[in-house]
T-cell receptor, first 112, second 113 residues
Framework: GDSVIQMQGQVTLSENDFLFINCTYS??????LFWYVQYSGEGPQLLLQ?????NKGSSRGFEATYDKGTTSFHLQKTSVQEIDSAVYYC???????????FGRGTRLQVYA | EAAVTQSPRNKVTVTGGNVTLSCRQT?????MYWYRQDTGHGLRLIHY???????QIGDVPDGYKATRTTQEDFFLLLELASPSQTSLYFC????????????FGPGTRLLVL
């Protein structure tokens, strides 16, 4: 069945460090892929999405590349700030109309 | 920006108790969802609906009922609450098949003693 894998449960960085969060997916075909961000005390919100395989998505300094060869959609940012501390979810639109499959989430903690 | 509200924001009940969580969205979205969020599991879909009167089963439906009374309102019912249902519950909405972005509410924290 469809699945989204985020192996990193927690990432701890200092300000201006480089961020890389792994995400791989498993399904047939080329799904639309998403990154959602959840700040403390709030619901998740869309960070970026990519519909077409081998395209990039970017928002607020974050970037993700849809790599159909490796079935990956890793999230990266060149220089993180303390305000980026949040939980990041990778998600995929699977076969069921209107339904998303989420990864387990990666908690990012950035220290000043 | 889509607006999704949830009530109550916090709820405490006892084992065997009856709980109703409410969700309202004000952007005429067709799809509405109920998720639970637990450490180590992320977001898991309980039930969803693509219109008033419609209900679809998600990935973790056991112990939950849901009802979509109008396009705006979606309710999650726990008729015999158990401690395993202690969690943070999120409601979300989306326009539908062509527009996947889901807009989430602020969440309801439920504690079952």
């Amino acid at each position: 069945g469809d699945s989204v894998i985020q192996m990193q449960g927690q990432v701890t960085l200092s300000e201006n460090d480089f961020l890389f969060i792994n995400c791989t997916y498993s399904t047939t075909g080329y799904p639309t892929l998403f990154w959602y961000v959840q700040y403390s005390g709030e619901g998740p919100q869309l960070l970026l999405q990519v519909t077409t395989a081998n395209n990039k998505g970017s928002s607020r300094g974050f970037e993700a590349t849809y790599d159909k060869g490796t079935t990956s959609f890793h999230l990266q940012k060149t220089s993180v700030q303390e305000i980026d501390s949040a939980v990041y979810y990778c998600a995929m639109r699977g076969k069921v109309v209107g339904q998303l499959t989420f990864g387990r989430g990666t908690r990012l903690q950035v220290y000043a | 920006e889509a607006a999704v509200t949830q009530s109550p924001r916090n709820k405490v009940t006892v084992t065997g108790g009856n709980v109703t969580l409410s969700c309202r969205q004000t952007n005429s979205h067709n799809y509405m969802y109920w998720y639970r969020q637990d450490t180590g599991h992320g977001l898991r879909l309980i039930h969803y609906s693509y219109g008033a009167g419609n209900l679809q089963i998600g990935d973790v439906p056991d112990g939950y009922k849901a009802t979509r009374t109008t396009q705006e309102d979606f309710f999650l019912l726990l008729e015999l609450a158990s401690p395993s249902q202690t969690s943070l519950y999120f409601c979300a909405s989306s326009e539908g098949a062509r527009q996947d972005t889901q807009y989430f509410g602020p969440g309801t924290r439920l504690l079952v003693l």
